[in-house]
């Protein structure tokens, strides 16, 4: 009990004034809107443990693989009702276990005082090398789901290959992370705001990516600041 009440404790270290009241309150904005819209449960769900990811991997705490396991386990569920082939194997054959793998990952690089990652970057060598890598395989898992008649073979491609680098940045804690997760997330809105659209009842679901959009704007400028600290 001391333990669990220790990291909590811990996890809520660092914490902004601006934080701590926007960021409970675009997850009640959600859950009111999912309600309002009569949104599936699982898609809210899903929307609630992603934003919540989210915001932690912003904030460097490593709590935040608790809620991405969650998460990924109901969006594999989404991506699967909704024909995203590409999307459902990224989450369910990649994201579930690279996320255990981070939980290991980032333990061993946390600040002793605040508890929150050591933040890196990567060098411009491997800037070029993780960028051609990510087209030269977009353009393969294109051609792929296309064959398979997915539902949107060029976004569900470009987001799920942009994800698997996303995450590979997330996991060894570069800022490039937050450049890739804009791509993917603005793409992701776009994605799901055209299934909503069609019919699909994932109304949490476009919010949560168009929250997600907005997430990574704010920590890419958030962990340039910091950076920019730390080198001083």
Known sequence: MMFT?????????????????IFPLEIVLIIILSIIMKDNKIALVSAVCG???????????ISCYFFGLAGTLCYSFIAFKNMLLGNLILYMCYY???????????????????QEIIKTKLSNKDRFLYSIGAIFFTLICYFVLLKYNDANPLLDSITSVFSVFGLILTVKRCIEQWYVWFIVNGLSAIMWIQAYLNGSNCFATVIMWVTYFILSIYFLYSWKKDMNKTQL
């Open 5 to 21: 009440k220790e990291f909590i404790k811990k996890e809520l270290q660092g914490w902004g004034k601006f934080e701590r009241v």
């Open 51 to 61: 934003i919540s990811y989210t915001i932690l991997a912003g904030k460097g705490k």
């Open 96 to 114: 579930f276990p690279m996320q255990v793998l981070g939980i290991f990952k980032w333990k061993k690089h946390l600040k002793k005082d605040s």
